[in-house]
């Protein structure tokens, strides 16, 4: 054999040493890239844990605070939970039903171009900031009607609804299409197979969405601080009135003098992670449940 033969022979061999050493490369970077995120999000927990794990009790649960207190008083920050859970269950429960609404025409009734049309419009919507919305809704609301939990509300909602939306609508598509040609072919209308056979098989996947959205809108500030920010001190939970929410209480207690303020507004800050925290690892947890159902259906 020539040397030219077994130089020939070696040079496969060449690129498939150099493939693998990329592919190695590539792995130990994604590891990296992967360790620093775990890492980044590891330090922000420890930061804020260690600045608010001293008011962490449950006076800051049921305790409302005391403006100007002077000694040591007991205080918390219930209004501001209070508040929150108000605003978030109103945003779902506006938020809910269209985006489901929406990902059913779109996925089971429109032709392709005006679905194409309808996801372009849900994914400029889930980029639009929440300061953006904020004013959208002060102009629209509150100029005319005041502030108020309905407001706040509104503006959550527009948040949610893109993200709903978009979430049904990828779990509407993994359903076999085989589960709706066996209805139709039953001579059940279109309408009624979409309700009691397709859409039962996407409460999973549909919960999973809504939970994400919720921990999106949780944290929200911009929005809230045009449209529900004006609030009292007193624990109250009528939607006409402005609330205080957890978000506008940390920005409004990290802008303070007192020390003491410092330490509840990190409290509170640790309570809204931990919950943030929470919702994502039950979406994860039905958003897997979700999957292995629409396998057995298959």
Same mark, same amino acid.
């Given at each position: 054999?020539?040397?030219?033969?077994?130089?020939?022979?070696?040079?496969?061999?060449?690129?498939?040493?150099?493939?693998?050493?990329?592919?190695?490369?590539?792995? $130990?970077?994604?590891?990296?890239?992967?360790?620093?995120?775990?890492?980044?999000?590891?330090?922000?927990?420890?930061?804020?844990?260690?600045?608010?794990?001293?008011?962490?009790?449950?006076?800051?649960?049921?305790?409302?605070?005391?403006?100007?207190?002077?000694?040591?008083?007991?205080?918390?920050?219930?209004?501001?939970?209070?508040?929150?859970?108000?605003?978030?269950? %109103?945003?779902?429960?506006?938020?809910?039903?269209?985006?489901?609404?929406?990902?059913?025409?779109?996925?089971?009734?429109?032709?392709?171009?005006?679905?194409?049309?309808?996801? %372009?419009? $849900?994914?400029?919507?889930?980029?639009?900031?929440?300061?953006?919305?904020?004013?959208?809704?002060?102009?629209?609301?509150?100029?005319?009607?005041?502030?108020?939990?309905?407001?706040?509300?509104?503006?959550?909602?527009?948040?949610?609804?893109?993200?709903?939306?978009?979430?049904?609508?990828?779990?509407?598509?993994?359903?076999?299409?085989? %589960?709706?040609?066996?209805?139709?072919?039953?001579?059940?209308?279109?309408?009624?197979?979409?309700?009691?056979?397709?859409?039962?098989?996407?409460?999973?996947?549909?919960?999973?969405?809504?939970?994400?959205?919720?921990?999106?809108?949780?944290?929200?500030?911009?929005? $809230?601080?045009?449209?529900?920010?004006?609030?009292?001190?007193?624990?109250?939970?009528?939607?006409?009135?402005?609330?205080?929410?957890?978000?506008?209480?940390?920005?409004? $207690?990290?802008?303070?003098?007192?020390?003491?303020?410092?330490?509840?507004?990190?409290?509170?800050?640790?309570?809204?992670?931990?919950?943030?925290?929470?919702?994502?690892?039950?979406?994860?947890?039905?958003?897997?449940?979700?999957?292995?159902?629409?396998?057995?259906?298959?």
């Amino acid at each position: 054999m020539s040397a030219a033969d077994v130089s020939a022979l070696q040079r496969p061999n060449d690129r498939l040493r150099r493939r693998r050493v990329v592919n190695r490369g590539m792995e $130990l970077l994604a590891w990296l890239a992967g360790a620093l995120g775990v890492a980044i999000l590891g330090v922000v927990v420890w930061s804020v844990a260690k600045r608010g794990a001293s008011e962490l009790n449950l006076d800051l649960l049921t305790k409302a605070p005391v403006p100007f207190a002077i000694g040591n008083v007991k205080q918390g920050l219930a209004n501001a939970f209070v508040g929150s859970l108000v605003l978030v269950g %109103l945003a779902t429960a506006m938020a809910l039903p269209f985006g489901i609404l929406v990902a059913i025409y779109v996925n089971e009734f429109a032709p392709r171009a005006v679905r194409n049309g309808v996801g %372009l419009v $849900l994914d400029v919507l889930n980029g639009v900031p929440g300061i953006v919305v904020g004013i959208f809704v002060f102009g629209l609301v509150v100029v005319s009607h005041g502030q108020s939990a309905y407001a706040g509300a509104i503006a959550l909602a527009v948040l949610m609804l893109p993200l709903v939306a978009r979430a049904t609508i990828e779990v509407l598509a993994l359903v076999p299409n085989t %589960l709706r040609e066996a209805s139709l072919a039953l001579g059940v209308p279109r309408w009624r197979t979409t309700l009691g056979i397709v859409l039962p098989q996407t409460v999973g996947g549909i919960v999973t969405g809504t939970m994400l959205a919720v921990a999106r809108v949780a944290g929200e500030t911009a929005p $809230l601080l045009f449209t529900c920010s004006l609030a009292g001190t007193s624990i109250d939970s009528n939607p006409g009135h402005a609330l205080q929410t957890i978000p506008v209480a940390i920005f409004e $207690l990290s802008e303070s003098a007192d020390p003491a303020d410092h330490a509840r507004a990190w409290a509170a800050a640790l309570v809204l992670l931990l919950f943030i925290l929470f919702s994502s690892l039950t979406a994860r947890w039905l958003a897997a449940r979700s999957r292995r159902k629409l396998g057995r259906a298959t």
